[in-house]
């Protein structure tokens, strides 16, 4: 058993804003930035990293939970502003080596040989989805709760879903994931656990609790830390019963008849007709998507549904290519002119680069997926599978 594991101290890099320890052979990473919604900076994922590396291969840590106390938000994603100030600045550098290391931590996570189990609370957005979701494939699981608030927004902003979302979004039941990847809409607990983003839930008044369980119960393996958080939750057959009563499954119909045809032009006609042909709650869901995606970014939305269409391959291919777009989507896209509109005047008027998406032409979406370097040269070169 390491040192660290016996002597369980909290750690953390200067105004990293994540606290790292290990209790009864469990390795814990707590988000501390609760004044910007535990934003992730550069230095925050850096922390991250450097404990999965040291538990990876610890005897003396069985699983890793990431958390944390502040309730508004889990993580929001990655601090924006701060990118949008590079970018200006003429620092493409600091926007590539916050990319780059980002997306190095989600790939860290996915491919974790011991159970990384995340609890979200409150807003789990962007980045925050790329610190959460790879537990699915590690053994853990995504805990989620009542005031979880679950998206990636990005279109909002001119961005596409990245940290490896295309990856989850591709393997989401029927078109839920072109859905949520060209509208950015928000899911709940319920709808989360119903899309398959979220594998566990309890309310968050009972997590206290838990913890304390965790904190001091004896665990022989990762998999009976799992067990117990299971044991904890709602029991399966319930769970189920909340997914299929979620406002999303209520919608997948819908979903799939409109979010499966070939480009957003065709889905927004679609959904002009169903808005058109009467009254009642699917002209009404209709008219409320007709809305968004007059809202978001023609151009924004057209990368990311061809985002999900091409993340059939593995994790490592999908962050690679979120890397190639961040370049192209901050050059040549519409993601600077989303952040002021959003976050920095919120005038909430933002100029795209294309008035409508019928305006945007398949070249213009080919020309966003061009890679700024080769594949020997590439930054994330050494990522495998």
Same mark, same amino acid.
Not at 19 to 28: E, K, M, P, S
Not at 71 to 80: E, S
Not at 89 to 97: K, P, R, W
Not at 354 to 372: L, T
């Given at each position: 058993?390491?040192?660290?594991?016996?002597?369980?101290?909290?750690?953390?890099?200067?105004?990293?804003?994540?606290?790292?320890?290990?209790?009864?052979?469990?390795?814990?990473?707590?988000?501390?930035?609760?004044?910007?919604?535990?934003?992730?900076?550069?230095?925050?994922?850096?922390?991250?990293?450097?404990?999965?590396?040291?538990?990876?291969?610890?005897?003396?840590?069985?699983?890793?939970?990431?958390?944390?106390?502040? =309730?508004? +938000?889990?993580? @929001? &994603?990655?601090?924006?502003? *701060? $990118?949008? !100030?590079?970018?200006?600045?003429?620092?493409?550098? %600091?926007?590539?080596?916050?990319?780059?290391?980002?997306?190095?931590?989600?790939?860290?996570?996915?491919?974790?040989?011991?159970?990384?189990?995340?609890?979200?609370?409150?807003?789990?957005?962007?980045?925050?989805?790329?610190?959460?979701?790879?537990?699915?494939?590690?053994?853990?699981?995504?805990?989620?709760?009542?005031?979880?608030?679950?998206?990636?927004?990005?279109?909002?902003?001119?961005?596409?879903?990245?940290?490896?979302?295309?990856?989850?979004?591709?393997?989401?039941?029927?078109?839920?994931?072109?859905?949520?990847?060209?509208?950015?809409?928000?899911?709940?607990? =319920?709808? +989360?656990?119903? @899309? &398959?983003?979220?594998?566990? *839930? $309890?309310? !968050?008044?009972?997590?206290?609790?838990?913890?304390? %369980?965790?904190?001091?119960?004896?665990?022989?393996?990762?998999?009976?830390?799992?067990?117990?958080?299971?044991?904890?939750?709602?029991?399966?057959?319930?769970?189920?019963?909340?997914?299929?009563?979620?406002?999303?499954?209520?919608?997948?119909?819908?979903?799939?008849?409109?979010?499966?045809?070939?480009?957003?032009?065709?889905?927004?006609?679609?959904?002009?007709?169903?808005?058109?042909?009467?009254?009642?709650?699917?002209?009404?869901?209709?008219?409320?998507?007709?809305?968004?995606?007059?809202?978001?970014?023609?151009?924004?939305?057209?990368?990311?549904?061809?985002?999900?269409?091409? +993340?059939?391959?593995?994790?490592?291919?999908?962050? *690679?290519?979120?890397?190639?777009?961040?370049?192209?989507?901050?050059?040549?896209?519409?993601?600077?002119?989303?952040?002021?509109?959003?976050?920095?005047?919120?005038?909430?008027?933002?100029?795209?680069?294309?008035?409508?998406?019928?305006?945007?032409?398949?070249?213009?979406?080919?020309?966003?997926?061009?890679?700024?370097?080769?594949?020997?040269?590439?930054?994330?070169?050494?990522?495998?599978?």
């Amino acid at each position: 058993m390491s040192h660290e594991a016996n002597a369980s101290p909290t750690s953390a890099e200067p105004d990293a804003h994540v606290l790292t320890r290990v209790a009864n052979c469990i390795g814990y990473i707590e988000l501390e930035r609760p004044q910007a919604l535990n934003a992730l900076t550069t230095a925050m994922v850096r922390t991250m990293h450097a404990a999965l590396d040291r538990w990876r291969d610890d005897p003396g840590v069985l699983a890793v939970i990431v958390r944390t106390r502040h =309730a508004r +938000a889990f993580c @929001a &994603g990655g601090d924006i502003r *701060s $990118l949008y !100030e590079s970018y200006r600045a003429g620092d493409q550098a %600091a926007l590539d080596t916050f990319f780059c290391d980002e997306y190095r931590l989600n790939h860290a996570i996915f491919t974790f040989p011991k159970p990384y189990i995340a609890m979200l609370n409150g807003v789990v957005m962007g980045g925050g989805m790329g610190i959460s979701q790879g537990a699915h494939r590690t053994g853990g699981l995504r805990l989620v709760g009542p005031t979880t608030r679950m998206a990636m927004p990005e279109t909002r902003i001119g961005l596409f879903p990245d940290v490896g979302m295309g990856w989850f979004l591709a393997r989401t039941p029927g078109a839920i994931g072109r859905y949520l990847a060209v509208t950015g809409e928000t899911l709940d607990q =319920a709808s +989360a656990v119903y @899309a &398959g983003l979220a594998d566990a *839930s $309890l309310d !968050e008044a009972a997590w206290p609790a838990l913890l304390d %369980a965790l904190e001091s119960e004896p665990f022989a393996s990762g998999a009976e830390v799992v067990a117990r958080i299971r044991e904890a939750a709602l029991p399966a057959p319930e769970l189920q019963r909340v997914a299929e009563g979620s406002s999303l499954a209520t919608a997948r119909g819908w979903i799939d008849r409109h979010f499966s045809l070939a480009d957003v032009p065709a889905m927004l006609v679609s959904l002009e007709a169903a808005q058109r042909a009467g009254e009642g709650a699917q002209a009404e869901w209709a008219g409320q998507m007709v809305e968004v995606l007059r809202e978001r970014s023609p151009l924004s939305m057209a990368v990311s549904l061809e985002v999900v269409s091409r +993340a059939e391959g593995t994790m490592a291919d999908c962050l *690679s290519r979120d890397l190639d777009l961040t370049r192209s989507s901050f050059a040549m896209g519409d993601v600077m002119e989303g952040i002021r509109a959003r976050i920095i005047d919120k005038d909430n008027y933002p100029h795209w680069r294309f008035e409508n998406i019928e305006d945007v032409r398949r070249e213009d979406v080919e020309r966003m997926f061009e890679r700024p370097w080769s594949l020997t040269d590439h930054p994330l070169r050494e990522l495998i599978g």
